[in-house]
């Protein structure tokens, strides 16, 4: 029914900085939240950082003042601006969108495949 996808990965020098994008596509009806989670080899993943429709959005303390979420609600795309990488910014990032659909009524949480960041020093 929804098919996110993430773009924008790859590597980088520290200190440098990429911009990640998630569309999403299918039958959307509305979106609720949208956000950026991490997960590094042998840790849980994490949330980085997540923008509600409403607009307010909230960071990971670690990315405070480093990413910037943000969001085209006509192309129903978020984007992670991230700044000043450092080397344990290294992770598969993954998009992740809670929708509602034509179909149903109730709000469901979608996923992309992930696209690899990695941040050498």
């Known amino acids: 029914q929804v098919q996110l996808v993430e773009s924008g990965g790859g590597l980088v020098q520290a200190g440098g900085s990429l911009r990640l994008s998630c569309a999403a596509s299918?039958?959307?009806?509305?979106?609720?939240?949208m956000g950026w989670y991490r997960q590094a080899p042998g840790k849980q993943r994490e949330l980085v950082a997540i923008?509600?429709?409403?607009?307010?959005?909230n960071y990971a303390d670690y990315v405070k003042g480093r990413f910037t979420i943000s969001s085209d609600n006509a192309k129903n795309t978020v984007y992670l601006q991230m700044n000043s990488l450092k080397a344990e910014d290294t992770a598969v990032y993954y998009c992740?969108?809670?929708?509602?659909?034509?179909?149903?009524?109730?709000?469901?949480?979608?996923w992309g495949q992930g696209t690899q960041v990695t941040v050498s020093s």
């Open positions: 992740k969108a809670t929708v509602r659909t034509y179909h149903y009524t109730n709000y469901q949480d979608y």
């Open positions: 299918g039958s959307i009806f509305s979106i609720n939240a």
């Open positions: 923008i509600p429709s409403g607009g307010s959005t």
